[in-house]
T-cell receptor, first 114, second 113 residues
């Protein structure tokens, strides 16, 4: 079966702009989580969606938002971009039926803010 | 607060040796712990999961131990190969966080031929 797909793979934006990243989970997976990865901070949790509802949120400012559609596809949006938002943004899907389930990650979107 | 620590120093070993990576955690009572491998510029890939009632888990050349008293997991790669060079991450499910995983910062492993 197809893996987690993230688009675009690379993005260059200017400070102050906004950006939308997309994630298509594995078919049948209804849980989608987003992470930001930087060299200094590692993988940091942004938010998790399940059945179109955000059920967990990390410690990020309100400029970071997301949503999930009825087909489980998810988008995250970052408004008023700052240089510090440059990072690899990773999306992971998992099967909600098992509490100890593994996460399946996409290739990520590399965002560069200039 | 809940914290996961992995050795930030890269681990350099010779091909054929056993690599041992450490994951320590505090303020968690995890039901299970996961290990992932990440190559540069790519998303992490799941390797192994070990539950709190399991002391050890093996998969091919990989072995994971889980000591809930010490709050520590050890990840071993036996007969290491240059292709094993990557960053290895441990992860715990955030308490009350449904499917959310909290990751350590990872340890980079470099295997020289």
């Amino acid at each position: 079966k197809a893996g987690v797909t993230q688009t675009p793979r690379y993005l260059i934006k200017t400070r102050g702009q906004q950006v939308t990243l997309s994630c298509s989970p594995i078919s049948g997976h209804r849980s989608v989580s987003w992470y930001q990865q930087t060299p200094g901070q590692g993988l940091q949790f942004l938010f998790e969606y399940f059945s179109e509802t955000q059920r967990n949120k990390g410690n990020f400012p309100g400029r970071f938002s997301g949503r999930q559609f009825s087909n489980s596809r998810s988008e995250m949006n970052v408004s008023t971009l700052e240089l510090g938002d440059s990072a690899l943004y990773l999306c992971a899907s998992s099967h909600p039926g098992q509490r100890s389930t593994e996460a399946f990650f996409g290739q990520g979107t590399r965002l560069t803010v200039v | 607060s809940q914290k996961i620590e992995q050795n930030s120093e890269a681990l350099n070993i010779q091909e054929g040796k056993t690599a041992t990576l450490t994951c320590n955690y505090t303020n968690y009572s995890p039901a299970y712990l996961q290990w992932y491998r990440q190559d540069p510029g790519r998303g992490p890939v799941f390797l192994l999961l070990i539950r709190e009632n399991e002391k050890e888990k093996r998969k091919e050349r990989l072995k994971v131990t889980f000591d809930t008293t010490l709050k520590q997991s050890l990840f071993h790669i036996t007969a290491s190969q240059p292709a094993d060079s990557a960053t290895y991450l441990c992860a715990l499910r955030y308490e009350g966080g449904y499917s959310t995983l909290t990751f350590g910062k990872g340890t980079m492993l470099l295997v020289s031929p």
